[in-house]
């Protein structure tokens, strides 16, 4: 989800009255006296007090100034800013809010103020024009970068890069764009020689996105190097909040998308970008940054990097990495050429602390390569803690060092982490396995999940390690190891290798009875039952006899051990690997996380909720009951139902009521059903599955009783995204704007293949399916619903206010291929729609003739949509169970 920007303009937190009682008495000057002044007063401070549209116009500002603005709060705001100990001269427009500041300045202590009467109106001096889009590049009063030419004029103005700068506003660099173009080095700080030192002006200072983004940055330096938005940075300067979207950089060696070589402090930055090499053997290339010795934190890249033959250090965050790396993780599909070396899906080659990060991107390579790991190349001497890694790795024939977490871990330590992208090589490979590729450190308290596959003539795989020569403890494997004819050492754990194993397992039904240089194989079932691990004396939570660091747990006989530090059931919330949602306590866990309402979850068993009651929606609830607008944080990312049901669902609210609150435009609610709702509103947006959608909900259901007040639903109370492929039998009952399925949808993304049974109850607007599709606003302003090749049975009442249909309501917009149930329904009215007879209804002639697509028949489409029992029952999607007692 795109941020947005955060607005600049420092307003005051109170109304200040100025009396000037026992104040200091500030010094009046004519603009005269205050240019001899300045000019004889070499620590004067100017202190410009006018709005930074008044400071940045074409009469400008005194040069040196800097602007406090006054009628919009910022002087009072920051006036402890300004030093005690300088002389203060204060300017406005025409001395009137300057006389207004100083007296403020007076009563807060400052010694010596002056006021210059007349204002900048009257000044006889030299004015200069604002940098940038304003500001003075100080620590509170950064230079403000509104446009691509700011931020170009920022590149080409070295003497400051030791300043500090602010985005005030989204950045479009397409070279597409009048005015756009495709750089030749790096925007800021670029290299200035083809040498293989960096020479140039390093960045130094700091620079805030301030949540806005800069979009389509286009590099293409052929093979130049120390590539991004900066293309160096010192160890003084401070990148932190930029948003950097689908930048594509081309070069050879410090190739990234915001930083070519950073020794400084990076955090809370986003990037998506794509990545290619050129020249011979492209080396030191990352998503985030390229060679980094500073600090990264909570950084978040995504993307595509493209190497060459001979290439190395390649990461989906970092190429080569020096510094800590924290909360940061990375979705970056990397390619290798022949011979590629140390290429990670977070960091090439690592050789400092790596904490609580992830990644997710697929890693592959050509022939011959070596050192490639889902998260890290190859980690020298230093510590990866409580990571993870779920993409693939794969390199063709005579490839080596190959694994789901670390390619190479030489006297470096692993723990708490775990892999579960599959490792594949070609024929000759070796040393692959699912944690590392070979391992002279230490592993302890990690798991490995991914298949392993050798090819002919292969030397070694193991389940968790592929060459073992220093020490593993307490950890598992789950998954498959494979190798063609004559490889020579494979093992469910451990490939080969006498370094020392205790306390590890595999399961031998998944991985496979197979030889192995250490550890125990037990079934499945064992290895979801902690009584195995507890013996081997793995440190669990809520036990003490092996140890009170909690590090594992487990929930019985669903799921192997899982991390202290993993979320929910496992999984990692991205899309290859979903949390995964066991219990109730997982369920209402995703609710108290809204930092999480952007991943990616799937049910893996039915959810029982008997022993809840809630006040308000389970995920993305409204906070505010007062208000008639949803208040609080949407839903934005993916929820697999997975075919599972969650019941019953019992709450007792006001607005926005439903599993979920409020879906937002980029939510995903597939394969879910809900058993015994029974949802009583006393406001708006009320509905069994969500109170609002803006989203998208496939193949999901809902059955129990809604209720509510107005725009009230059996699925969805209000909507304005996208439901198909959905049914309910719900008894829903509102006032206004009531429907079987939903209350109100107002969009032309619509409903599609859905259905009604149950009971609709209203007094006004009132349908089967829909009670109002479709609206007609203040000033004739028209929404349009659409409905397509659905239908009702439900019963329908109306409280004889009107607007009462066996199909819909009320609607403005495209309703087609849609029927009611007029005997079911006792309506023979619809605001549209067709209304048969029950055996129409149950005849599949009926919809065939209107175009919907059946199974065992080609003529209306190959999706095969729909099935029908003929004569016995209505149609029934195809997802549905043979048991459709929904």
């Not at 207004?100 to 010596?112: I, K, R």
């Not at 030299?126 to 691509?148: L, M, N, R």
């Not at 108290?592 to 049910?603: G, I, M, Q």
């Not at 302003?781 to 019963?795: D, H, I, K, P, Q």
């Amino acid at each position: 989800m795109r941020m947005r920007c955060r607005v600049v303009l420092f307003v005051a937190s109170a109304i200040w009255l100025v009396c000037g009682s026992g104040a200091l008495a500030h010094t009046d000057v004519t603009p005269e006296e205050a240019r001899e002044l300045i000019d004889s007063t070499e620590d004067l401070l100017v202190v410009d007090v006018r709005e930074p549209f008044e400071y940045c116009d074409e009469r400008g500002h005194i040069p040196g100034a800097v602007n406090y603005p006054l009628t919009s709060g910022v002087l009072y705001a920051r006036y402890e800013e300004l030093p005690l100990d300088r002389p203060i001269l204060v300017v406005c427009r025409s001395g009137g809010r300057s006389n207004v500041a100083a007296t403020f300045l007076d009563d807060q202590g400052f010694p010596e103020v002056y006021d210059m009467n007349g204002g900048m109106n009257a000044w006889p001096g030299e004015t200069v024009p604002c940098k940038y889009a304003g500001g003075s590049g100080t620590a509170g009063d950064p230079y403000q970068i509104a446009t691509a030419a700011d931020l170009i004029a920022l590149g080409e103005t070295p003497e400051d890069y030791d300043k500090h700068f602010i985005l005030t506003a989204d950045i479009d660099l397409d070279p597409n764009l009048p005015g756009g173009q495709v750089f030749a080095g790096a925007l800021i700080a670029p290299d200035m020689s083809t040498s293989n030192n960096f020479q140039g002006t390093a960045f130094s200072g700091t620079f805030d996105g301030n949540g806005c983004r800069i979009a389509n940055l286009t590099i293409d330096a052929g093979t130049g190097e120390y590539l991004g938005l900066f293309g160096s940075v010192t160890g003084m300067a401070v990148i932190q909040g930029v948003t950097l979207e689908d930048a594509d950089v081309t070069g050879r060696k410090y190739v990234s998308g915001l930083i070519g070589y950073n020794v400084g402090t990076v955090s809370d930055c986003r990037v998506s970008c794509r990545l290619q090499g050129e020249g011979f053997a492209p080396w030191r290339f990352g998503g985030l940054v390229a060679f980094n010795a500073g600090s990264i934190d909570n950084c978040h890249v995504t993307g595509e990097i493209f190497a060459l033959d001979s290439s190395g250090y390649f990461g989906g965050l970092v190429g080569w990495n020096e510094g800590p790396i924290t909360d940061s993780r990375a979705r970056v599909k990397i390619v290798g050429g022949e011979g590629c070396w140390e290429i990670g899906g977070l960091v090439g080659e690592n050789r400092a602390p790596v904490t609580n990060c992830h990644a997710a991107g697929n890693v592959t390579g050509g022939d011959r390569c070596r050192f490639l790991g889902g998260l890290v190349g190859v980690n020298y001497d230093t510590i990866l803690t409580n990571c993870s890694a779920t993409g693939d790795v794969s390199a063709g024939a005579r490839s080596n060092r190959m694994a789901g977490l670390v390619g190479g871990n030489p006297n470096a330590t692993i723990v708490f982490c775990y892999a579960t992208g599959d490792v594949t090589a070609g024929d000759s490979g070796s040393e692959l396995g699912g944690l590392a590729g070979d391992n002279f450190g230490t592993v302890t308290d990690c798991w490995a999940g991914g298949a392993i596959s050798l090819g002919l003539n292969g030397l070694s795989a193991g389940g968790l390690i592929g060459y073992h020569g220093g020490s593993a403890a307490n950890s598992y494997v789950t998954g498959a190891v494979s190798a063609g004819e004559e490889a020579r050492y494979v093992g469910a754990l451990i490939g080969r290798g006498s370094g020392r194993v205790d306390g590890c397992f595999w399961d031998e039904e998944t991985s496979g009875p197979i030889g192995n240089a250490g550890g125990q194989g037990r079934t499945t079932s064992q290895m979801q039952t902690a009584s195995t691990f507890l013996e081997a004396g793995w440190d669990f939570v809520d036990e003490t006899e092996n140890g009170a660091e909690d590090i594992w747990r487990i929930v019985e006989g669903q799921t192997y051990p899982l991390l202290f530090w993993q979320k929910y059931g496992g999984g990692t919330g991205e899309p290859n690997d979903p949390y995964q949602i066991f219990t109730a306590e997982h369920l209402n866990a995703i609710g108290a996380e809204p930092n999480d309402y952007e991943k990616h979850f799937r049910l893996m068993a039915d959810i029982d909720l008997s022993d809840y009651v809630y006040d308000r929606a389970v995920i993305a609830p409204d906070t505010d009951d007062t208000e008639d607008l949803f208040q609080g944080t949407p839903f934005t990312g993916v929820f697999d139902g997975n075919g599972h049901a969650i019941s019953p669902l019992v709450i007792r609210g006001a607005n926005f009521l439903g599993l979920f609150g409020e879906l937002d435009s980029e939510a995903v609610v597939v394969g879910l059903c809900l058993r015994a709702v029974d949802v009583n509103g006393a406001g708006v947006c009320v509905g069994g599955l969500t109170g609002q959608n803006r989203g998208s909900i496939r193949e999901s259901c809902s059955c129990g009783v809604i209720s509510g007040f107005e725009r009230v639903g059996g699925l969805v109370g209000n909507n304005i995204g996208t439901v198909a492929q959905c049914h309910t039998t719900a008894s829903v009952n509102g006032v206004s704007i009531v429907g079987g399925l939903i209350g109100s949808s107002y969009t032309d993304r619509g409903i599609r293949h859905c259905y009604a049974m149950g009971s609709v109850v209203g007094d006004w607007t009132v349908g089967g399916l829909v009670g109002q599709s479709g609206f007609v606003g203040p000033g004739r302003r028209r929404l349009e619903g659409t409905v397509v090749g659905c239908y009702s049975s439900a019963s329908v009442a109306g409280g004889g206010a009107g607007g009462v249909g066996g199909l819909v309501g009320e609607y403005f917009g495209e309703i087609s291929n849609s029927f009611w149930d007029t005997q079911t329904s006792d309506q023979v009215i619809s605001a549209a729609g067709t209304g048969l007879t029950t055996v129409e209804m149950q005849t599949a002639s009926t919809f065939l003739d209107a175009g919907w697509d059946f199974t065992g028949e080609a003529e209306n489409g190959v999706e095969e949509i729909w099935w029908i029992e003929e004569g016995r029952d209505y149609p029934r999607l195809w997802w549905e169970r043979d048991d459709t007692s929904l």
